[in-house]
């Protein structure tokens, strides 16, 4: 019966043990989201499975990704393992990692803003034009599925020919990648 309590307690303290360190764990990881939303952005701009980051008074930021991948909203989304750009109020400029895929071609994004936030949209600079989304598809962060970088120059360099059953086949290599991740985790 004591032998029994105490192994309760025990695994109690553990428990306790164990949630603190997540919970520490997660404010690290929770932070360049809550830069983001003081900016007011929102915080799914970014994936999750981010590692760090670093942010100077210039609004100067760089943040460190597990690993390159990609994220699906209304359009698909690269992400380079470091992202950088430059932070302030409802914008990013000068945005270095993060490309958009459109029309089976990818474009770096240059500037991201929010214009007035009650207009519900978030545009994305591509360099010639300026694409609109509405800003409750970035509410949250999503999962970043890793891929290949050759599937990913593959799928850069035959853009502008690609075939829908080409797409096809790029996203079941993208999902298996996935698969094989979750196996090896
Ligand atoms: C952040 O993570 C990157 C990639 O793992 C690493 O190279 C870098 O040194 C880390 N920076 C800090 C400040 O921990
Ligand atoms: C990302 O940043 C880290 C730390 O600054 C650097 O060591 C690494 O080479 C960078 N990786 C890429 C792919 O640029």
Not at 94 to 109: C, K, T
């Amino acid at each position: 019966m004591l032998q029994h309590f105490c192994l309760g307690q025990f695994s109690a303290m553990f428990l306790l043990l164990l949630c603190s360190i997540f919970a520490v764990l997660s404010t690290a990881e929770s932070s360049i989201y809550e830069v983001l939303e003081s900016h007011g952005l929102p915080r799914g701009l970014l994936p999750k499975g981010v590692k760090n980051f670093t942010l100077d008074n210039s609004g100067k930021f760089v943040v460190h990704l597990d690993q390159a991948c990609n994220a699906k909203f209304e359009n698909e989304f690269h992400y380079d393992r470091n992202v950088s750009g430059t932070i302030s109020y409802g914008q990013i400029h000068a945005l270095s990692g993060i490309e958009a895929q459109d029309l089976f071609l990818w474009f770096p994004v240059k500037d991201i803003r929010v214009d007035i936030p009650s207009s519900g949209l978030i545009y994305f600079n591509v360099g010639v034009v300026s694409k609109q989304f509405s800003l409750s598809s970035f509410e949250t962060p999503r999962d970043c599925t890793v891929v290949q970088l050759m599937d990913l120059q593959d799928d850069m360099h035959i853009a502008d020919a690609v075939s829908k059953s080409q797409s096809e086949e790029l996203r079941y290599k993208f999902d298996q990648g996935n698969i094989g991740r979750k196996a090896i985790l």
